[in-house]
């Protein structure tokens, strides 16, 4: 895990058992890192994102929330799904399942602003990167370019990206706090940002609220800055392009 | 509402389009209150927990629970289950429920030490007051006495009841916001202490997890206490009486 991983991610591990190695996410590549370590202890790589298996499982999400959205009394069919995206795993594996099973449903990935190298991507049709690997309070999605699998998926099956600001994901895990009674990590809460505050056409959307590892001192920062959905702030599009790119 | 009710509280129902009229719980009655505004203004009057409507109301609570139970792998069919607890009308709900439906799913309710009114009334087999009306920081659940139709019910199908500090009231909701990823005011986590601190017989246990009205500052404060789930504080039973009776 990057060294920077909070405290309670980090605990959270190592109490199910696991040895955590902590790397510096500025100034170390984990790809050779975590290659190094596999071929030296004769172990199994399990790749965070950029692996079939891994978007097949994520994909599940997927299922369940199309069954979810026709089972709602509105029978929802067409809708945008925006997506958390780092590496884009759980993004190509939803968009997968939702092409398969509910074409209306369309993912766009949402990305912190700065290290918004998917929404480029799908932007420009080429795969881009991040300039920096650290930097931001969302720190589980700070991948440093799409995955080699997961581009094309979300190539043919999603976009366009979406890009909120930090504020904007610390002001969604106070939203989530106060209205949703969940505790939401704020890399797990761009999505509901660009639900709350993005440019999106009128009616409804769904958001993924993934992941809850946020340590309580940055949690109580958030939830103390107050409850903004009632006066949004400027949502902003992928790092120089327009918001519809 | 009472005057010290959770600010996002009063303001979440005034949000909702209510008028809110605020009393002081510590000298002034409530149940005179509200029936001198129905009568001043022509209004129908609904109780928070004594009307058998409400009680019936909170009882699909218990059909939910009971068919989840049943449908987890190990088909859970016995098992304490431990509800908040003010006037009892979610208790009496669930243990009405649960006597029909799924009758080794015992209620058990969970009170703030001081205000455990329902647990003596149980233990005596006859109706308790609390001494105070305010001081603890659970302050949903701090009703005087039980309610009138609620304590026969309870009496008859739930108990023993337990008793929980507000330290551990608040470590629960610490420990919710840890493992569980929910926001739970002290007095929805009391169940959850119960369950984590509670003088219980081994074996799997359900706790109701009820209610997410608590300010950003009390919870800020009981999420940076740290997680105490492998350290247990010391459970207490009902004031005056063995955690048993």
Redesign the interface.
């Known amino acids: 895990m990057p060294a920077d991983a909070p405290a309670?991610k980090i605990d959270?591990t190592k109490g199910l058992g696991a040895e955590v190695v902590l790397y510096d996410r500025a100034t170390q590549d984990r790809d050779a890192l975590t290659a190094g370590l596999a071929a030296e202890r004769g172990l199994a790589l399990i790749p965070p994102f950029d692996h079939p298996q891994v978007i097949a499982g994520q994909g599940t999400l997927g299922l369940e929330l199309a069954e979810q959205a026709a089972d709602l009394d509105l029978g929802l069919t067409k809708a945008p799904v925006l997506v958390c995206c780092g590496g884009g795993g759980l993004a190509s594996g939803i968009a997968l399942a939702l092409a398969a099973t509910a074409p209306g449903l369309r993912v766009q990935t949402v990305e912190p602003a700065g290290f918004d190298d998917m929404a480029r991507s799908l932007a420009t049709g080429q795969p881009q990167r991040n300039d920096r690997t650290a930097g931001s309070v969302c720190d589980a999605i700070l991948t440093p370019a799409p995955g080699r699998l997961t581009l094309p998926v979300l190539a043919a099956h999603a976009g366009p990206g979406l890009v909120v600001t930090d504020d904007q994901a610390l002001d969604a895990v106070?939203a989530a706090?106060?209205h949703l009674?969940?505790?939401?990590e704020p890399g797990g809460a761009v999505a509901l940002a660009a639900a709350l505050w993005g440019d999106l056409p009128p009616g409804p959307v769904i958001a993924i609220a993934s992941g809850?590892n946020v340590d309580?001192?940055l949690?109580?920062k958030a939830?103390?800055r107050?409850d903004r959905t009632a006066s949004p702030p400027t949502p902003t599009g992928p790092t120089g392009t327009a918001a519809s790119a």
């Open positions: 309670a959270g106070a706090f106060r009674r969940l505790v939401l809850g309580a001192d949690f109580a939830i103390r107050g």
